[in-house]
């Protein structure tokens, strides 16, 4: 909004600095020291400057952040690519600029601010002073802002979005990042996360609105003093506690349920959300790890905030159960939007399910009590299942079998998000969504991913089939015999060049000479390949993919010849290279350890001939 009131006006002769020899480099040191309100992002780059640490100024000030899904992440600190008070104050202006041009009624629909437990406060980075910078450019500008007073998990921002009309969302989280990151999450105002168009043209509109407009921006008494400002919490958490019901099918059998829950929040928000989530259901609520319950920016007690990264930092929450004889382990992430589950198993220990395991329990899980309220056939016409391409193809099989429909995105829930409303206008119902590494969707509540509500799912599941004298374990078993085993292997190499990662996928996409795929992997004949960077898909008839064309990232999945799936694609958040391989057998098959030897090798054989980790210096995955 290009204001002539703007912080300094322009750059101020009286900041000095010397010269570091390169035009840019001194111009984006400048700007910064005048633009720049924090005294501890200040300090950083005036420490850097008086040091003659150019390289290190050059890759912070001479760069900007990218939205990535959704939005923006990267470390905290200062720097025009990192998160901090300025590009947060930034990023907000490009977002009210944009939704001023889209939304007529910008000004009374407003937006929702929330934020994680991320960040030091001392340090000036902490996502609560984030989000309320976020407010106060909104605020300055007159336009309604409904923020958080206090942490919520991401899910409550696009469930807010909806319920309260708003024009848009931001959640200032990192969600399961190491501690050093930060973000800034979008989301639309059908609370799906933003996508193209939307991401590119708020990007435009940030680049050009770069000078903070006035003081104001930087002022979080204004927070507190608008009259503009509302707090949801307590009907958001009411309206969505309440509808939470909605996937509560056997309430009697919950109250009267034995088996004990342990629960770890990861050091973030989830706690105080699952606990009351446990009660709606009827449920006693889940045993907290003592560690992992209270919010803690440091992690102190898990090597990574990801409970993903499955047994390795399920530790504490598998010795507590083993001494609460609790058989189930419910383990949210840092911002509550995904969930692992293990279950304590007489023959190995525990069993740590994949994303692709629980989502074969959940869908059929969801699909059952569906059936048990809905008896006519002809209702399952309007009845959808949702996967990102890269997930396990287990709803497919279900979707084959039991005669609902089953749809694949691009990877991100920001797909499954805007793909479920527009179905929803069509009059179509999604009761299941999910994508594999641990995010997952029961019915249709919010439309982003949410562990809140899948950690009572799943306990109401295990509960259900203990009653049945069956495990989760034993269950997916019943599943896999009756729609096929689909034994899948996901894992991923870290990169932190990214001229190694264009150079990998261009030698994939150039592999027997130019424009040429390879022909074999591990021995093994590839009979397809999809390219969605590219749009090239070897299975068409024209040779286009059906899925939308991803050039911001990269994708490739091969089909080859014995049944496998194979993908190779690039985080949107973190320097990984993801690999994801799959086996689907057939109905009744039963040749587990066949399946998995096969895959075993077939991903191996993936990994070394296509990524080449010795020669490219790539980082495996850490067991």
């Avoid at 996508?195 to 990007?203: G, M, N, R, T, V």
Wanted: with cysteine; hydrophobic share 35%.
């Amino acid at each position: 909004m290009g204001d002539d009131n703007g912080v300094n006006g322009d750059l101020n002769a009286n900041l000095r600095c010397p010269s570091t020899g390169d035009p840019q480099l001194d111009k984006a040191v400048q700007q910064w020291l005048t633009w720049d309100k924090n005294r501890w992002t200040r300090a950083q780059v005036e420490s850097l400057v008086a040091a003659g640490r150019w390289e290190e100024l050059r890759s912070r000030l001479c760069s900007r952040m990218s939205f990535g899904t959704a939005g923006l992440r990267a470390p905290m600190g200062a720097g025009f690519n990192r998160i901090n008070d300025l590009t947060v104050i930034q990023s907000t202006q490009g977002l009210f600029s944009y939704l001023c041009r889209y939304f007529p009624d910008f000004s009374s629909r407003g937006v929702v601010v929330g934020f994680d437990t991320r960040g030091q406060e001392e340090s000036g980075c902490s996502s609560e002073r984030l989000a309320r910078l976020t407010a106060a450019v909104m605020l300055s500008r007159d336009v309604p802002v409904h923020l958080f007073s206090a942490y919520v998990p991401t899910p409550y921002v696009p469930y807010a979005v909806k319920k309260l009309g708003a024009a848009a969302g931001v959640m200032i989280t990192a969600s399961h990042n190491p501690k050093e990151d930060n973000g800034y999450k979008v989301y639309w105002c059908n609370g799906a996360q933003i996508s193209s168009p939307h991401d590119k043209e708020i990007l435009r509109s940030i680049d050009g609105q770069l000078e903070p407009w006035s003081t104001s921006c930087w002022e979080e008494e204004l927070v507190e003093s608008c009259s503009l400002r509302t707090d949801p919490l307590t009907q958001i958490n009411s309206c969505y506690m309440e509808e939470l019901t909605s996937l509560c099918f056997h309430r009697d059998l919950n109250s009267r349920c034995p088996l004990k829950f342990v629960h770890s929040s990861f050091h973030g928000v989830g706690h105080a959300f699952v606990q009351q989530a446990f009660q709606t259901f009827g449920f006693t609520p889940p045993i907290p790890v003592p560690e992992q319950k209270d919010p803690d920016p440091n992690f102190s007690s898990v090597h990574l905030p990801n409970p993903e990264e499955g047994e390795s930092v399920l530790e504490l929450s598998l010795l507590l159960a083993e001494r609460e004889n609790a058989p189930v382990v419910l383990a949210t992430d840092p911002d509550a939007d995904r969930l692992a589950v293990a279950e304590k198993s007489d023959e190995c220990g525990w069993k740590v399910f994949t994303g692709n395991e629980l989502a074969a329990l959940l869908g059929w899980w969801m699909f059952f009590n569906w059936k048990e309220s809905h008896p006519d056939p002809a209702e399952t016409q309007s009845v959808y299942m949702l996967a990102t391409t890269v997930s396990s193809k287990i709803l497919q099989a279900f979707a084959r079998t039991e005669g609902f429909h089953f749809e694949e995105t691009l990877p991100g829930f920001k797909w499954i998000g805007n793909r479920m409303h527009e179905l929803a206008k069509t009059g179509n119902t999604v009761i299941f969504s999910f994508e594999e590494s641990i995010g997952f969707l029961c019915g249709s509540l919010v439309p982003d991913k949410d562990g809140v509500s899948s950690a009572v799912v799943v306990a109401e599941m295990a509960s259900y089939l203990h009653n049945k004298n069956l495990s989760l374990n034993q269950q997916l078993h019943n599943i896999y015999q009756t729609y096929g085993y689909h034994v899948s292997k996901t894992s991923y190499v870290i990169c932190n060049d990214a001229p190694t990662i264009h150079k990998i996928f261009s030698r994939i996409r150039n592999f027997d000479g130019e424009g040429s795929y390879p022909k074999t992997c591990g021995g093994v004949r590839i009979v397809h390949v999809r390219d969605v960077t590219t749009g090239y898909d070897s299975s068409k008839p024209d040779l286009r993919s059906v899925l939308p064309v991803a050039r911001s990232s990269q994708m490739i999945t091969f089909t080859l010849q014995n049944g496998v799936v194979a993908t190779l694609r690039t985080s949107g958040t973190e320097p990984k290279i993801k690999y994801y391989t799959e086996f689907c057998a057939a109905p009744g098959k039963s040749e587990v350890s066949s399946l998995e030897a096969e895959l075993r090798k077939m991903t191996a054989a993936l990994v070394d001939e296509f990524l080449e980790p010795e020669k490219n210096n790539l980082i495996r995955r850490r067991v």
